[in-house]
């Protein structure tokens, strides 16, 4: 039993494992695709290519040169062979066989030398055949995918531009959103400065303010109040200049007292317009009764 829980738990700890390491790679790999930027990718295989095609050229290089180094040999060995056979032919004519001998021998073992370096100069020169159009063929590839890297690259910027573009004409890009919520700062600040200055010039045009200022708040029943004295008063000085041109009017005119009697009579049904008489103190005690303001009548004013 304890040898089966073991398992059990070594067999969910690897399940876990597997899992972490699952997620681990898929968020790297989601980090690398938006790092990765194909131009650079692209870049990147064709410096390599051009690498290798480098060194298969190098390869060419030093094959041509170790064929180059062979047949340099194998004439070095034929000369040395046709000396040979000179000096053979040479010690026969001088009666010395065992010389030609000699040099026959000699000439047999370079021949043989040679015979060696031909086949291995053959074999170089296939080698750097096969080199040689290998290179060609790569420098061909190299050549196409550079064209085709540079198509991919301009295709890539355009579709990029575009994208940014349309971005910024449907405003979903990460800076338009920032200048679109600053604009909607800004207009709701504005709104807001203009809902206040509104509000004082309500406040001004009531008197609110000018009574928070002075220091002393009033209600608007001492408002209402404060105008009926002020009308009072307006009242008051009207009747005082009435009685002071009243007064006045019969040294003026005298011998007119019956056109000055009716002119200073109020008009008759007009109870709105009627104005108190002058008080007592202001009425020279030489006014006849007749120049006199006539008493309003019962259910007259």
Do not use: W
Not at 98 to 106: I, K, P, Q, S, T
Not at 124 to 144: H, I
Not at 229 to 256: C, F, H, M, N, Y
Request: proline share 4%; charged share 30%.
């Amino acid at each position: 039993m304890a040898a089966k829980k073991l398992m059990k738990g070594t067999a969910a700890r690897m399940g876990v494992m597997k899992r972490v390491s699952l997620v681990f790679k898929a968020k790297a790999n989601r980090a690398l695709d938006k790092m990765e930027d194909p131009r650079e990718t692209l870049d990147y295989s064709y410096q390599r290519q051009l690498e290798l095609l480098t060194k298969v050229r190098r390869g060419v290089a030093d094959v041509a040169t170790s064929r180059k180094r062979v047949e340099l040999q194998m004439n070095q060995l034929q000369q040395q062979a046709n000396k040979l056979e000179d000096q053979a032919r040479k010690a026969l004519g001088m009666g010395r066989e065992d010389l030609a001998r000699a040099a026959l021998e000699r000439k047999a073992s370079a021949q043989s030398q040679l015979n060696d370096l031909q086949a291995q100069y053959a074999q170089l020169q296939a080698e750097e055949e096969k080199l040689t159009v290998a290179s060609q063929r790569l420098q061909s590839k190299v050549d196409a995918f550079r064209t085709r890297k540079e198509t991919i690259k301009a295709t890539y910027t355009a579709a990029e531009a575009q994208t940014r573009i349309n971005e910024a004409f449907s405003g979903i890009s990460e800076e338009m959103g920032d200048v679109g919520m600053a604009i909607q700062r800004a207009e709701d600040k504005t709104a807001q400065m203009q809902a206040r200055a509104g509000a004082i010039d309500e406040l001004m045009a009531s008197g609110a303010l000018d009574d928070a200022v002075g220091g002393s708040r009033r209600d608007d029943i001492q408002s209402e109040l404060d105008m009926m004295s002020a009308g009072s008063d307006v009242e008051s000085e009207l009747s005082r200049l009435k009685g002071e041109i009243t007064s006045g009017a019969p040294k003026q005119l005298e011998g007119g007292a019956n056109g000055n009697s009716q002119a200073a009579q109020a008009p008759q049904g007009q109870g709105t317009q009627y104005a108190p008489p002058p008080p007592a103190q202001t009425q020279p005690a030489s006014i006849p009764a007749s120049d006199r303001p006539a008493e309003p009548q019962d259910g007259e004013g």
